[in-house]
């Protein structure tokens, strides 16, 4: 479904057999290739395109064996935002919440109290920093196209990186706060997730500044568990 372009996403379903799909997206000339797994089964998953505006190729695998995997479907869009923010603001494939959530819902109390946007970045940031902390178990455990759940990390009290990052990406995209989450390695080659997170505001939340009309970077995963931002990935 190819509707929502302007919006910055689109939403795709399969109904075929295959037990595991890949979804690529490309925004031409970028270099980069997003992947999502998606579940099979008719329903829908949002996609974002995150890439700004330009010429999308949009890619369906179906896992064969092993690495080996079969082009199901390919096409090509258009793109021209709104706004650039908007692919930042919705809930997503990857960053889950919605009307009612547990996220959602401690999201508005944290605001309610908190007042204006840097004292409700900081209030969901401190949030997550003392409630949650690190699922060691989870960690060796978890398998290659993992989703978060932020209403079962908050259940739990406990999660793995992506879960930190998750979590925080849901509650605050649900108050209209533009969030990006981003994936890749720290220098010792350990995979990781962190944010970047964009305020209308000058202010602060942890130890990070935050500027106005500026994306600003987190870590909640280092912060709750070491104490504050120090380890930055490349």
Request: aromatic fraction near 10%.
């Amino acid at each position: 479904d190819t509707s929502n372009l302007s919006q910055g996403y689109v939403m795709c379903r399969y109904t075929g057999s295959a037990s595991k799909v890949a979804v690529q997206v490309e925004r031409i000339g970028s270099g980069k290739k997003y992947t999502y797994f998606i579940s099979r089964g008719g329903e829908y998953a949002s996609i974002p395109l995150t890439e700004g505006n330009g010429r999308y190729t949009i890619t369906v695998w179906e896992h064969l064996a092993g690495k080996r995997y079969s082009l199901a479907e390919q096409l090509t869009v258009d793109v021209s935002l709104e706004d650039d923010l908007l692919p930042f603001l919705y809930a997503s494939h990857i960053i889950r919440f919605r009307e009612g959530s547990l996220a959602v819902e401690k999201a508005r109390e944290l605001a309610k109290k908190a007042g204006g946007e840097p004292e409700t970045i900081a209030a969901v940031y401190d949030y997550i920093v003392k409630s949650i902390r690190y699922d060691n178990e989870k960690a060796i455990s978890v398998g290659a196209g993992y989703i978060s759940e932020p209403d079962t990390v908050m259940k739990t009290g406990k999660g793995i990186c992506i879960d930190y990052t998750a979590l925080m990406a849901a509650m605050l995209r649900s108050l209209g706060i533009p969030v990006k989450m981003i994936y890749g390695r720290e220098p010792d080659g350990a995979h990781h997730s962190w944010l970047m997170v964009y305020s209308s505001e000058v202010g602060s939340a942890g130890d990070q500044v935050l500027s106005a009309g500026e994306w600003t970077f987190f870590v909640p995963t280092f912060a709750a568990n070491i104490g504050c931002e120090s380890r930055v990935p490349d």
